[in-house]
């Protein structure tokens, strides 16, 4: 069985706080992978340790036969490994449009590309893929805004046009709906199914257990840093543990 | 457009230049070199953020450079200034590679830490190239191989020469605009360029240009290059109008001469900077020449008590006193409109503008509305 991203063995430790430990976690081609857990769970210290953010103290972690440890986050980028973030990482001095040129820039470019003599106005391909990618999640109207002046739903969603210009192979979402009004949140699980059938393998992080069950084809539950359960939306909903992690712990 | 409007502008300058009392071709070649030297300061410190405080550094380079290409090869600018922006832009590599490790503040003490300690050199150790406190002067038993292979003899004063252009007065002022308009023309196109927009990108959010795919090293090496051959190029047209090249160029005054004129114009416009240095140096040469007389004669018109009363409240102002005024100038400019002067001019442009339709419809409210977001935008970054 051969999977786009593998998890073995990682431990990571912050002073004397276990954050992560023995997680080995398999991600399927082609799917929807929903991580939950309550808060201080180890959620996003994982996403960090696959793009690079964060090194793990031991184990591995290999995406598509690749060791990801250790590699300069843009070439983590360049592989097909895509992060959007928890807290909108943005261009905020630069419109809606260049925000989104800039990463199909980065698929075409690549790491560098010194082309100062080259004007912006012929970039015409890089141009419309970026106002398709802005379209998709529902931005083409602003896309003469500074991003530094739109809401913070709308920059969301920015950053997940940032993501999907570039087309990769695996994306990794950070609670992609968090501080979404609910219309904008069923608009983004549209969008996602709607790009789960081009092929993208999909990681989400997500409190909303109402995106999660109408999204996700298997689901990893994360508590103190352990994966205590993982299955079907079906077999989550009726476990134990699962049941006890989430009563016992923070809120849902 | 942007492009024919300022060469217009700069061939015209003699005219024009005449009506605020700047019309002489010393001054007029200063402005376009401080000019051409902020302009390419703009590609660093305007686009990606990075402060430098040692860009003088590569001013020095770009004027012992130009000398010594007098002195041994031929009294012809071309391979002097060629020379120069090459062996500036080897300089900046060198110092780009070691200072970009670093970012903020420790990125600007570097840079600082390096022209400073090159300036020092240039005052003892290396006296043998930089003839120490004299300075590097040409002089008339100094080889020149190619113009006495080409049997070209020095007469009198050494002068630099373009192809039997003397560079002197009005003849070198355009020599110095043709290079100005050039230089602007690359920083047009580097602006407007995928390279620049990536470059605004890194000063926005360089984190996140790292998880979006580029490695901001080279970029940001690039543009330190870039503007430290732009530094280069302004020392050897120093040393072209006026063939002597001292140490004291490369002091740390010199360095941030240049980010008070990138900011006193507008930090990342194309046409700030070059604003900036024309005003800094419009005070330094003419507001400094102003005395008791001129004030006198400037208030003549009112009665012999108020002109008294007029010329002691600003003659501190000016003559020895012009720093004050710039300084005043500058916090003026620093705590109501940060931008600059590019940005004071918009506003005063909008003003005018904004004040028509707003008469007849709404529509000029709105307009004013849309309008705010982008300057809260640049008020964040600033």
Redesign the interface.
Known sequence: MSYILDIQNVNKTFGGLHALSEINLQIEEGTIHAIIGPNGAGKSTLLNCC?G?LVPDTGTVTFNGRNMIGM???DI??AGLV?V?QTP??????PLL?NV???A???R?????????????Q?NT?RDEAMQALADVGLDSLSD?????ISRGDKRRLELA?GLV?HPSLLLLDEPTAGMSRHDTNRTIDLLKQIKERGMTKVIIEHDMHVVFSLADKISVLAQGRIIASGTPDEIRGNPKVQEAYLGGAEL | MILVIFTAVVLTAPLWAKLIGAGYPDLLQKFAIFGLFAIGYNILFGLTGYLSFGHAAFLGIGSYTTVWSFKLLSMNVVPAVIFAVLLSGLFAVAIGYLSLRRTGIYFSILTLAFAQMMYNMAYSVLTPITNGETGLRVLVEDPRVIDRALGIQLQGVPLGDFFGITMTGYSAFYFCAVVLILGFWLSLKIFRSPFGMKLVAIKSNQTRMEYTGFNTRPYLLAAFVISGMYAGLAGSMMAVTDPLAGAERMQWTASGEVVLMTILGGVGTLLGPILGAATIKYFENIFSAFNEQVLNQAFDFLPDVLTHIMVTITSPFVGEGWHLTLGVLFMIIIIFIPGGLVEGINRIGKMLRGSKPEAEEKSGEEAVQSVEPETVAKGDAS
């Open positions: 793009i953010r300069q986050p843009w980028n360049h992060r973030f990482e943005i261009f905020p001095d630069l260049q040129m800039i990463p820039l980065a698929k470019d690549g790491t560098f590309k010194f082309n100062p003599l080259r004007s912006l106005a970039e890089i805004q500074h991003a530094g002046s940032m570039q």
